[in-house]
């Protein structure tokens, strides 16, 4: 009897544990919900902890507790961020064979994910020069990496022109471009197609330089 007793709690002891641990996990993705949103809002170098604290309506070292430096908070922001806010997979980019036809769609995306999410990539541009201590977004801009090797293979150039293209694919991926273009009234679309075109003539005519000193 004293066996199958021990046996009878084993469960009971998991179902404990694993509730708790999923309570835990929902508030660590509460502030960082909450985080984000502010980050949206005001941008990561004037969001504080009590700010976050109480967006996500809880004390302070709660979110210490989950969270015990600001850079392991900006990653899991980032983290969050990456998974919910639309960002261009490469997967479907390198599928397109031809350089220029994959520009094109790789900006069509990388435009479109922009504008949903300019208000926060804009803060998070903005305060990045007081955030280089900070750190937690490497995953972004690994992800962005990917991006940009994607849309910078299969084009035929000499060492010259190839570090000419590069630069201008940097250039239109870039989303002070994006914000550039259409602040000063372009659509998306019209946006990406000059980008395209630029992108396309940086190599030059008959593999001389576009850009001669």
């Not at 835990?24 to 984000?36: C, G, K, N």
């Not at 900006?107 to 998070?124: K, P, T």
């Not at 977004?137 to 190839?162: K, R, S």
């Not at 009234?185 to 946006?191: K, N, Q």
Request: hydrophobic fraction near 40%; charge should be neutral; include cysteine.
């Amino acid at each position: 009897m004293h066996m199958a007793g021990q046996k009878k709690q084993t469960p009971r002891r998991t179902y404990s544990m694993g509730r708790r641990q999923q309570q835990l996990d929902a508030m660590r993705q509460r502030i960082t919900e909450a985080a984000l949103e502010l980050h949206a809002t005001l941008g990561p170098a004037q969001t504080s902890i009590s700010a976050i604290a109480e967006r996500a309506g809880v004390q302070r070292h709660t979110v210490y507790h989950h969270f015990p430096d600001m850079t392991s908070l900006m990653q899991a922001c980032t983290e969050h961020g990456m998974r919910t806010t639309g960002i261009p997979d490469a997967a479907s980019w390198v599928a397109i064979d031809e350089p220029t036809a994959r520009l094109r769609h790789g900006l069509g995306e990388l435009y479109a994910y922009y504008a949903a999410n300019a208000r926060l990539l804009g803060n998070v541009v903005r305060d990045q020069p007081l955030m280089v201590d900070v750190g937690g977004t490497e995953e972004f801009a690994e992800h962005m990496t990917g991006l940009f090797y994607a849309l910078a293979a299969g084009w035929v150039d000499t060492p010259v022109t190839q570090r000419l293209r590069m630069a201008a694919i940097g250039h239109a991926m870039a989303f002070e471009t994006w914000r550039s273009l259409t602040g000063n009234g372009l659509s998306d679309l019209e946006a990406r197609e000059m980008m395209v075109g630029f992108v396309s003539t940086a190599g030059g005519s008959a593999g001389e330089p576009a850009v001669r000193t």
